[in-house]
């Protein structure tokens, strides 16, 4: 069977206006979140996006769902042009796509009850009334494996694990083909991060669903993703298959996040050479020509200082933005 592609996004670019010390818009300036992005997600399969702090995983996710208007390029979303679709005409499909946040204090209302917060999804969307809705939001509290009589309980009265249960069912309430799950276990314990990743993992394989899984580091992501994205500074600087990611990895960023990455067995951290990377970020307001990463890659040569290079395929779809390889 011919995988069917659910997220397409081809050249996404997503700026924001940068602000001066004072708080002003500097009209001349962008923050260059994402820049020309070109990758496709099929259905059923989990996109590992991972990335340092401010490198635009989030404005990616929110971007593709059509939370923010894209600056340029183009989304194609199960087939359909979204990219410059009205909020009308959006309407309808935004069941179709939803997220799950980052801190589940911050994005559950705590004085509102489990019923009213999933409750509130199913309105929206006009989807079920009276008793049926009741017994589909207890059906929802069960699947991600909390007791159906928690519906009149308030959010505030969960731990942090619960809570993100409770997002995760009302991120399935409205039946979604899609979910951007937006870094859903960082805020958590280490011990419960693995159980809210097995349940995502497990409600992918019943319901058919495909993800973009954003997180900081690709330990996290090894477990759930098929395959690996890996952002530098607004761009994508490798993607392909995650065995291949994590087995064979192109990109001298990509590998220096693999050796950052603890390691369990001991001798293996011994033979595991850690590549420091040296200095920080830099700020992606107006980014110098040339490839981003330069100023931190220990193989950084003349050309780099020339076209910012552009994803290309090695073979099997593994791609790799650097100059190394071309
Ligand atoms: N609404 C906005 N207005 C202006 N700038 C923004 C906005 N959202 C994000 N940015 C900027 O865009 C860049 C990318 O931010 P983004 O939140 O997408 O990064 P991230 O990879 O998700 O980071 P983190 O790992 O910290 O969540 C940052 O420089 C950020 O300051
Ligand atoms: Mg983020």
Do not use: W
Request: aromatic share 6%.
């Amino acid at each position: 069977m011919n995988p069917k592609p659910m997220l397409e996004l081809e050249n996404l670019r997503m700026y924001f206006p940068a602000k001066t010390g004072l708080g002003l818009r500097k009209p001349t300036s962008f923050v260059k979140a994402v820049d020309r992005v070109t990758l496709t997600i099929n259905a059923g399969e989990t996109l590992g996006l991972v990335g340092e702090s401010g490198c635009g995983k989030t404005t990616i996710g929110r971007t593709a769902i059509r939370l923010y208007d894209p600056t340029g390029g183009r989304i194609k979303f199960d087939g359909q042009d979204i990219t410059r679709m009205t909020r009308k005409e959006l309407k309808p499909l935004r069941k179709s796509m939803q997220m799950i946040f980052q801190d589940p204090y911050a994005s559950l209302n705590p004085r509102m009850t489990v019923g009213d917060i999933i409750g509130e999804a199913i309105d929206i969307h006009g989807l079920y009334t009276g008793a049926e809705r009741t017994e589909v939001i207890a059906g929802l509290l069960e699947r991600v494996g909390l007791a159906g009589d928690h519906i009149n309980r308030y959010a505030h009265e969960f731990s942090g694990g619960q809570r993100q249960r409770i997002g995760i069912a009302r991120a399935l309430a409205v039946e979604p083909k899609f979910i951007v799950c937006d870094e859903p276990v960082s805020a958590l314990d280490v011990s419960i991060q693995a159980q809210i990743i097995n349940i995502l993992e497990e409600l992918q394989e019943k319901l058919n669903l495909t993800y973009l899984f954003i997180a900081h580091d690709l330990s996290m992501v090894k477990h759930i993703s098929t395959h690996i994205g890996v952002m530098y500074l607004g761009r994508l600087a490798e993607h392909g298959k995650a065995d291949e990611v994590y087995e064979n990895p192109k990109h001298p960023y990509t590998r220096a996040l693999l050796s950052a990455a603890p390691v369990a067995d001991p001798d293996a951290a011994q033979a595991q050479k850690r590549i420091i990377l040296e200095g920080d970020i830099p700020s992606p307001i107006d980014p110098p020509p040339g490839c981003r990463f330069k100023g931190r890659c220990a193989y950084a040569m003349g050309k780099c200082a020339e076209g910012d290079p552009e994803l290309t395929d090695l073979g099997g779809g593994h791609k790799v933005a650097c100059s190394l390889y071309v």
